[in-house]
Structures are given as C-alpha cells and as structure tokens.
Nanobody
Framework: VQLVESGGGLVQPGGSLRLSCAASGLTFSTYTMSWFRQAPGKERESVASISNFGRNTYYADSVKGRFTISRDNAKNTVYLQMNSLKREDTAVYYC??????????WGQGTQVTVSS
C-alpha cells in the first residue's frame, strides 16, 4: 500500500492550497480517508475525514468552514482544499487510509507553511 501526498508549500495568510493524496495497492473505495496534521512540538491531530463513498464527512472545529475534503474513487485520490489559511495551520499534513482497526495506512506527509 502506498499513499503519496502532494500540493504542500509556502502560502501567505489568507491564501489557499489544495492537497492531494494518491493511493495505490488497496481497494480505495472500501477505505475511510482522512487528513491529519502535526505541527512542531505538538501531537498529530485529525483534520478531516470522508467515508468510503463520500456521503459523510468530518472536520475538526479549527478548520470548519475553511477546509473541504473530497475524494475521487475512480482516481484513487483524496483531496483537501484549504482556504483562508492561518499561521496556525502550519504543519506537516498526512494522508490516512483506514478500514476497521487492522487496515491503517499513512503517507509520508507534505509540509504546509503559512507565513508572510
């Protein structure tokens, strides 16, 4: 199983970024997909999740109304559209694929830096 994140970078406060996570080696449509993030000196935290066919989504309070998670099962890809970015959104963002407790996979992470 491989999860490959892309789309991170440096952006000014108020700007936008779109992260992508391309999955391979798994039956993508059977997995709940999530984005997590970890800022320096902090624990990894959940940002957003989407159910296997996209009917249900979850967002952390800190990103509600600013971030949107979506998926394309035909492309085995999950996205995170991040708008109105704040300095406190600076972190390494990780893609996660999970099915039950046993099947739990992580990407290598992509850095997002919000700074002027």
């Amino acid at each position: 199983v491989q999860l490959v994140e892309s789309g991170g970078g440096l952006v000014q406060p108020g700007g936008s970024l779109r992260l992508s996570c391309a999955a391979s080696g798994l039956t993508f449509s059977t997995y709940t997909m999530s984005w997590f993030r970890q800022a320096p000196g902090k624990e990894r935290e959940s940002v957003a999740s989407i159910s296997n066919f996209g009917r249900n989504t979850y967002y952390a309070d800190s990103v509600k109304g600013r971030f949107t998670i979506s998926r394309d099962n035909a492309k085995n890809t999950v996205y995170l559209q991040m708008n109105s970015l704040k300095r406190e959104d600076t972190a390494v963002y990780y893609c996660n694929a999970r099915r039950a407790v046993v099947y739990d996979y992580w990407g290598q992470g992509t850095q997002v830096t919000v700074s002027s």
